[in-house]
């Protein structure tokens, strides 16, 4: 509630906001891949190589089991070679596949309604200066320090109200 420096009659003017505060999500993925969770096979590969390819099983076939993620490798002669691809190709599908994972997450949180009678805090401008916050009850004079992010008696008064 405010008094609006629009209204040439200096009314009171209730006006509406929705925040959304989420937290900020970590990066660092390291992915790790054990022997159990993988399937290897090998077959020969086919293609370019003459007869090396058709006597060497130097190609690489890795399933994750858990998500039966997929990938093959016969880009080398060296069965070595390619199955440190297929394991570098194996950890970057992981890493989509999670990323893929956190946004469908972020995707699922959504907002409660927004509308007259859900509102968790009301902000009084004018006459009076007053923060309400219907979740404790608790009401705060101190308008400027909670606008500038001294949430901290707030956050405390609603867990406490929780708690009990």
């Excluded at 069965?79 to 469908?104: C, D, F, G, P, V």
Aim: aromatic content about 6%.
């Amino acid at each position: 509630v405010r008094i609006s420096p629009f209204d040439s009659n200096a009314k009171r003017h209730t006006s509406f906001s929705s925040v959304m505060v989420s937290p900020e999500i970590d990066d660092d993925i390291d992915i790790e891949i054990e022997d159990k969770d993988i399937r290897v096979d090998t077959y020969r590969a086919s293609g370019a190589g003459g007869q090396h390819v058709n006597k060497t099983e130097s190609a690489i076939r890795i399933t994750h089991i858990e998500t039966n993620i997929v990938v093959q490798c016969q880009n080398d002669r060296s069965q070595h070679k390619n199955r440190a691809t297929a394991i570098k190709m194996l950890k970057s599908r992981l890493y989509e596949y999670e990323m893929e994972k956190k946004q469908a997450k972020l995707d699922g949180v959504e907002k409660s309604d927004i509308g007259w009678g859900h509102q968790i805090r009301s902000y009084v401008m004018a006459p009076y200066q007053q923060v309400k916050d219907t979740r404790s009850n608790q009401a705060f004079s101190n308008v400027d320090g909670i606008l500038d992010g001294d949430l901290d008696k707030l956050i405390e008064g609603v867990l406490i109200s929780v708690i009990k």
